[in-house]
């Protein structure tokens, strides 16, 4: 999963899902953010740009594409600098 899939393919109700925060966009909206699906009350939670409500309240306002967060890069043995 290292590149943008529909959410139609996101893996509802598997360990992954569960488990992880992805990234999510909206492709007509344009905009991409860290998120997450929760099942128990069936609506997506993502990083908002201001207070008013992380939860995707807004019927079309869901993402519409989701891609697994990469991995960091590895550092070369001994180097302590980011």
């Avoid at 992805?22 to 007509?28: F, G, K």
Wanted: net charge negative; with cysteine.
């Amino acid at each position: 999963m290292s590149e943008w899939q529909p959410i139609s393919e996101y893996p509802y109700g598997t360990k992954w899902a569960l488990a992880y925060h992805c990234l999510c966009a909206h492709s007509e909206k344009k905009w991409i953010r860290f998120g997450k699906f929760y099942p128990e009350v069936k609506r997506w939670y993502y990083s908002g740009t201001n207070e008013r409500s992380q939860w995707a309240q807004v019927e079309g306002d869901e993402p519409t594409h989701f891609m697994a967060i990469p991995d960091l890069p590895k550092l070369e043995e001994g180097n302590t600098d980011g």
